[in-house]
Every structure is written in C-alpha cells, then in structure tokens.
C-alpha cells in the first residue's frame, strides 16, 4: 500500500504545476517510498536554500559601493554614526546588529575592525548604560571583539558594577579608566596588571 502511495506522489510530482529542474524530476521518480521522497526534498530544499543565500551575497557584493568604497572609508561612515543609535537604548534600535546584517561583505569589515569596536565599548559606558542583561551581554559581545585596542571607559553609570567585573579580564588593554566604584571593587582593578594605563579617575561610592 505505501509502494503504491509512493508511486502515486511520485506520479504527482512529476506534473508540470511543480517547477523542478530536469535532474530533480528524474531523481524523484526514482524513490517509491514516501520517506525517501520526503527525505529527499528537504535535502535539495536546504541545498537550494544555500546557492540562493550565496547569489544574493554575490549581488551585494557587486553593487557600486562596495566594489568602490575602501574598507577604511567603511568603518569612517560607520565610526560617525552616533553612539546613541549605535548601542541602542531603545531595542528596535540597535544599529550594530542591522549593519551585521545588511550584507556580507559589511559583516566582514565590521568584524575585522577592533578598533571600531572599542570605540563603540568606550562611547557606551561614557554616555551611560542602563543595566538590563540583554544590554549588559550586548556590551560583553562588543569588548570581546575590541582585540587588545586600548580600551578607556567611563563606568558612572547605574551598571557600573557589572561593568567593573566585566572589564577586569581586559584590564592589561586599558588606557584609561573612569570609575565609580566600592573599595572592593577598586582593590579588585588596581590589582590587575595595566601596563597601558595613562590616566585614572577614581570616585569612591558612599
């Protein structure tokens, strides 16, 4: 019964209404079962999936301003966008990751480009971060990429805790440092090595 059912889709697929390409035709009427069919579609679907999402990265990649524009005048225009709209107080917001997405080709220059991520990480914490953990695993995703670029945050803000236990492990990459902080939390940083460090303003939290 289920060879039958086979044959009978099989017979099914083979009709003009199912746009398949001559190979893909003779390929399913080769299966009888209905699982070897199904096994099969969802194979080609994903294979179609990937050439389609390589075609449409080659079409990007070959519009004019990515065939023309350095990728050091990339991170410029990128750079001048403000940091507002770049960390993205409101979630709907957060530029960093649709310029991620706008295409390959600008994934890879952003990626590769540390300083633009430490000089995203340093205008954050100066204007001030509101602790929530989406935003605080955003900051963290933003340091890890900032390679060992000098690093010169400003930790006032109301996360400045989470900051400090952040910033810690990236302490040997710090030039400078602004902090509010408890006794603790100063002794913890000061103990760190910071063969960078050029300047530090320390406030002791009450």
Request: one cysteine or more.
């Amino acid at each position: 019964m289920s060879d039958l059912l086979g044959r009978l889709i099989a017979d099914t697929i083979s009709f003009p209404g199912f746009k398949l390409a001559p190979d893909d035709r003779t390929s399913l009427n080769e299966f009888t079962a209905i699982a070897e069919i199904q096994e099969w579609v969802l194979f080609r679907a994903a294979e179609y999936h990937s050439l389609a999402q390589s075609l449409r990265s080659l079409h990007n990649a070959s519009v004019p301003i990515n065939r023309r524009l350095p990728p050091d005048i990339f991170m410029e225009i990128f750079r001048r966008l403000s940091n507002a709209d770049l960390y993205g107080c409101d979630e709907s917001k957060y530029l960093i990751l649709k310029l991620l997405h706008v295409c390959r080709h600008w994934r890879q220059i952003i990626m590769r480009t540390p300083s633009f991520w430490a000089s995203v990480f340093n205008e954050a914490t100066a204007n001030g971060i509101r602790e929530s953990l989406g935003r605080m695993d955003r900051l963290a995703f933003i340091l890890e990429k900032t390679g060992v670029r000098p690093l010169c945050p400003a930790m006032y803000s109301d996360a400045r805790g989470r900051l400090v236990d952040m910033i810690v492990p990236h302490a040997h990459h710090l030039s400078g440092l602004g902090l509010v902080s408890s006794r603790r939390r100063l002794d913890r940083i000061l103990s760190e090595d910071m063969p960078q460090l050029q300047h530090f303003h320390h406030i002791l939290e009450v």
